[in-house]
């Protein structure tokens, strides 16, 4: 057929419109009027027609270019392109329905076959310490293999599958639907274009059987919760001549009952006595490691951060490590002694009444805290 009207309008685009736009049109209207959804419809059968004989134009630049310029004339016979209806429009319908592309027939010619194996995923629970510096474990994955009786072929040794008789091998049933050729998958082989007349005692024909497999997995420093391993052709066995699937370890990362995490950088809490704020000394930080030494300055303020570079979590790309911050608060005893009281005692008369404010609700201190710190250190 060869339309007469604006093949803009029966999209329903404007002409400025891009490629996208052109082809989420069209896809509407194909899904829209397509004769399996409209049976006996000659009416949208017509329709149907039309938009793909609009959509073989505008969704190719030349083709486009000459019909802004000359109209039908341009993309005629006359003019060397010929729009009427295309068959080979539908070469790419697939791509543009998506999974209905399938159901329709419009593969873009591809045959039915053996299927990939499907992706398989394990959830990994490691101690914090473990991701700190890497770990190697050994996981067992249920998973489905290839039938070692069989070889995957799903037939009784010394026999081999015949090709279906209703596809032909082909895999896939053809028959007519108005002026279409609809493909659908064989329902009598599921697409694989062979059929097990003798099946295999072990798998029942199935090709695979369930085995538990022990795999060895590195576990690279640095890594965090919810990060995952990519273990290629660890899932599933696919059909026969059909690759194996991947298999994906998610990782969860135990909390340390010391550190907070963010990112590659630790943050820890230390309690200091106040003589030792108020005079200056040395205290003792843990690191992943081993312990380090702090100093602290004479007149140090509670929740002030001290930064530890490079002693924080490794970076699990290899790019150096994080740093440590670390939080100094005020130790208060919860017993003292009676010379201590009397210390204490001492001390607090020597100090001058100051009236202390308390902090406004809308400072700094509202923001989270590594927030906070990285304001300071840059």
């Known amino acids: 057929m060869t339309t007469t009207r604006d093949y803009y309008e029966i999209l329903g685009v404007p002409r400025d419109a891009d490629d996208a736009t052109v082809k989420s049109a069209y896809r509407k209207m194909a899904l829209k009027h397509h004769p399996d959804r409209n049976p006996g419809d000659q009416k949208a059968e017509e329709q149907f027609k039309e938009a793909a004989e609009a959509y073989a134009v505008l969704a190719d630049r030349e083709k486009r270019a000459r019909y802004d310029r000359f109209g039908h004339a341009g993309v005629g016979s006359a003019g060397g392109g010929g729009a009427g209806y295309d068959p080979t429009i539908f070469a790419d319908f697939g ?7 399938d159901l329709f027939g419009f593969s873009g010619g591809r045959r039915g076959g053996p299927r990939r194996g499907a992706d398989l995923r394990y959830d990994l629970e490691i101690t914090f310490a473990e991701a700190a510096t890497g770990t190697e474990t050994t996981l067992q994955i249920p998973r489905e293999e290839s039938c070692d009786t069989c070889g995957g072929s799903g037939s009784a040794p010394g026999s ?4 279906c008789g209703q596809c032909q091998g082909r895999g896939q049933v053809r028959f007519q639907q108005g002026f279409l050729t609809v493909a659908r998958t064989c329902p009598a082989c599921g697409g694989i274009g062979r059929v097990i007349a003798k099946p295999c005692q072990s798998c029942h024909g199935h090709g695979k059987i369930g085995q538990e497999r022990k795999l060895t997995v590195k576990i690279p420093a640095g890594i965090g919760t919810a990060q995952r391993l990519r273990l290629t052709a660890e899932g599933e066995h696919g059909g026969p001549g059909a690759p194996p699937g991947d298999l994906y370890v998610v990782v969860h990362v135990g909390d340390h ?3 907070q995490r963010d990112g590659d950088d630790l943050l820890c809490d230390m309690p200091v006595t106040f003589p030792t704020l108020a005079l ?3 205290i003792e930080v843990p690191t992943l490691t081993d312990p380090t030494t702090i100093q602290i ?5 509670a929740d002030t951060r001290f930064r530890l570079r490079g002693k924080g979590m490794p970076n699990v790309n290899g790019r150096g490590h994080g740093d440590i911050y670390v939080r100094v608060q005020v130790a208060v005893p919860t017993k003292l002694s009676r010379e201590q009281k009397t210390l204490l005692q001492e001390l607090g008369a020597t100090m001058p009444n100051q009236v202390l404010e308390p902090v406004p609700a809308d400072t700094d201190e509202e923001r989270p805290f590594f927030d906070r710190v990285k304001d300071i250190f840059g």
């Open 160 to 163: 081999t599958p015949e090709k």
């Open 257 to 259: 009952p010391f550190f």
């Open 95 to 101: 791509d543009i329905l998506g999974g209905l592309g």
């Open 280 to 282: 200056g000394g040395e």
């Open 297 to 301: 300055p004479t007149g140090t303020q």
